[in-house]
Nanobody, 125 residues
């Protein structure tokens, strides 16, 4: 079982930046594939981006709405996944979740992940 803890959310003005962190309890095969998702009130959970990392191999994939503005990175030594967000707009306001336990491809579908964090709120206004 993997535990995930997100941090770094908050309130920011339009055009601002935030970096979210997701600390995993361990580095196992369940954390080779990790992703970021978001869910706004009344909307379905949406894939923001995901990264598959195993040894020297890594693949990163982003949702169409965040390409060029959001960046996923990972520090394996710290078992931590990051989401750098720039040029923030009010429409990205949502609860942001970290997920792990995906397959061997950085899927953007929530159902492909086994473990979830509690989420961190991002508000742009």
């Amino acid at each position: 079982h993997v535990q995930l803890v997100e941090s770094g959310g908050g309130s920011v003005q339009p055009g601002g930046s935030l970096t979210l962190s997701c600390a995993a309890s361990a580095y196992t095969d369940s954390t080779y594939c990790m992703g970021w998702f978001r869910q706004a009130p009344g909307k379905q959970r949406e894939g923001v981006g995901a990264r598959y990392s195993e040894d020297r191999i890594s693949f990163t994939r982003y949702g169409d709405s965040v390409k060029g503005r959001f960046t996923i990175s990972r520090d394996n030594a710290k078992n931590t996944l990051y989401l750098q967000m720039t040029g923030l707009k009010p429409e990205v306001t949502a609860m942001y979740y970290c997920a792990a336990g995906g397959g061997r491809y950085p899927s953007l579908f929530p159902n492909d992940y086994r473990y979830w964090g509690q989420g961190t709120q991002v508000t742009v206004s």
